[in-house]
């Protein structure tokens, strides 16, 4: 089972607390394209505020005598990874996973909306917080973007045990005042005023962050979507998480509850909820129209291929998203997505591209897939530079991947002869296995 590490560093920094890691080094270059050193140095040190940073990555050979003297970590036969970046998932989902229905809305109505009204008890929130917690340190996430439940308690509950963890996380309460049932619809009002508490409580207390979270258009009133949109204002630094355009039944009936807007995504933007830091699961039925809004606003979608598969919503159009130069990144979606490892997610966005390449689309490298999870993924978020990546300056999140795992693997990636090779077959023949170990900040 992979392990945080790396806990209770000192809070002042000193060069004796810096520490050398090595291994095989993956990480990536400004413009998305791989870094990888077959004998790598990774060195991080506590920076003012006790969190573990890095202040060299590359050949070993190139650096270790810069940093003689210091401890040395070697983890011979490893890959030593950024992180990984999960760009929207739902904590309360998590006993929801593998659940059929048929479609979203039916999906929704008979697992979903009835588990989460369970979240109204602290004590069962804060016991599925720390088993989700452990399953993404498990898969080596060590950045997401979660939805809770509308009940406040649910974001109490995942962000005092993502703070015990000293994770980078960040959530919000959802919003939903109709079209939904008892038990998880809120008050307009209230709901307004519980997530301007959240964000007080929560925001930038550590490492962790506060998502307005409206559910989707279909459960919010306009009173409390612009409520939402006036909130983000009064706060720009906080993020922006919801749903758009997943399902066709659920794009009808947005469009009939909302005829004025240009479009689904239209509906948002018109409250002010498109803006950078606004993240829109899914994203798939979008036309090109919907597409340049996304660019000029800096929103970016979570591309969440399992998910789509299992509900059948559809496929995200990459060769469309690229041709607009929208931002996106890969995300589980548990529990609509099937399975909260990034290498499930990375295989299943693959098979999307495919599917997108017999419409002219394109098809996905395994850098640009493994990318999209880490450091595109951070980028979507204005993380960039911050988490998903392994580049000087970088929180020190990382995971050590074991590529011998189990016998198919050792025999596959000992054959590989490029990185590109190494990565496709970790990626086709990765899960949890192949997570060694988890090192948060
Ligand atoms: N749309 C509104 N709520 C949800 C949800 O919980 N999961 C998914 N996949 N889509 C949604
Ligand atoms: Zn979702």
């Known amino acids: 089972m992979a392990r945080a590490a790396w806990r209770g560093a000192p809070r002042t920094p000193t060069v004796a607390a810096m520490h050398l890691y090595r291994s095989a080094l993956l990480r990536f270059a400004d413009d998305g394209s791989a870094l990888y050193d077959e004998d790598g140095l990774l060195a991080t040190a506590p920076d003012e505020r006790g969190v573990q940073r890095v202040v060299a990555a590359g050949p070993w050979q190139a650096l270790a005598a810069r940093h003689a003297g210091q401890p040395v970590t070697h983890w011979p036969g490893r890959l030593i990874a950024p992180g990984f970046v999960d760009l929207h998932i739902h904590y309360p989902q998590t006993d929801v996973i593998g659940s059929p229905a048929d479609g979203l809305l039916p999906w929704l109505e008979t697992y979903t909306f009835p588990h989460e009204s369970r979240f109204a008890d602290p004590a069962y929130a804060a016991g599925v917080a720390r088993f989700f917690l452990d399953e993404l340190a498990r898969n080596g996430v060590t950045t997401a973007l979660a939805f809770a439940t509308s009940h406040p308690g649910s974001v109490d509950a995942l962000m005092a045990e993502a703070r015990a963890r000293r994770l980078r996380l960040i959530g919000g309460k959802v919003l939903q005042d109709r079209h939904s049932p008892d038990g998880v619809r809120d008050q307009t009002e209230q709901s307004l005023i519980d997530t301007e508490a959240l964000i007080h409580r929560w925001h930038g207390v550590d490492r962790l962050g506060y998502a307005i979270t409206p559910r989707f258009a279909p459960t919010s009133t306009p009173a409390q979507l612009a409520g939402a949109g006036e909130i983000a204002a009064r706060h720009p630094g906080v993020w922006i998480q919801s749903h758009v355009a997943e399902n066709v039944d659920e794009i009808r009936w947005a469009r009939e509850l909302f005829p004025a807007a240009r479009s689904y995504l239209g509906v948002y933007g018109d ?90 689309g394109v098809s996905l490298s395994p850098e640009q897939l493994w990318w999209q999870h880490t450091a595109g993924a951070a980028r979507a978020l204005g993380l960039e530079g911050v988490v998903g990546n392994l580049q000087p300056g970088c929180e020190a999140d990382f995971v050590v991947l074991n590529p011998a795992a189990t016998p198919l693997l050792a025999r596959r990636t000992q054959a590989a002869s490029s990185l590109a090779e190494l990565l496709f077959a970790l990626i086709v023949l990765g899960d949890d296995r192949l997570v060694e170990r988890t090192v948060i900040a």
């Open 271 to 360: 409250c002010g909820l498109l803006r950078e830091r606004a993240i829109y699961a899914h994203c798939i039925h979008l036309d090109d129209a919907d597409r340049a809004l996304m660019r000029e606003t800096g929103a970016a979608a979570a591309v969440s291929p399992t998910s789509n598969l299992f509900l059948g919503s559809g496929f995200f159009d990459y060769a469309a998203a690229d041709r607009a130069g929208m931002a996106y990144g890969l995300a589980s979606d548990v529990g609509g997505g099937t399975s909260f490892s990034p290498f499930r997610t990375m295989l299943a966005a693959y098979y999307v591209g495919r599917e997108g390449q017999t419409k002219a």
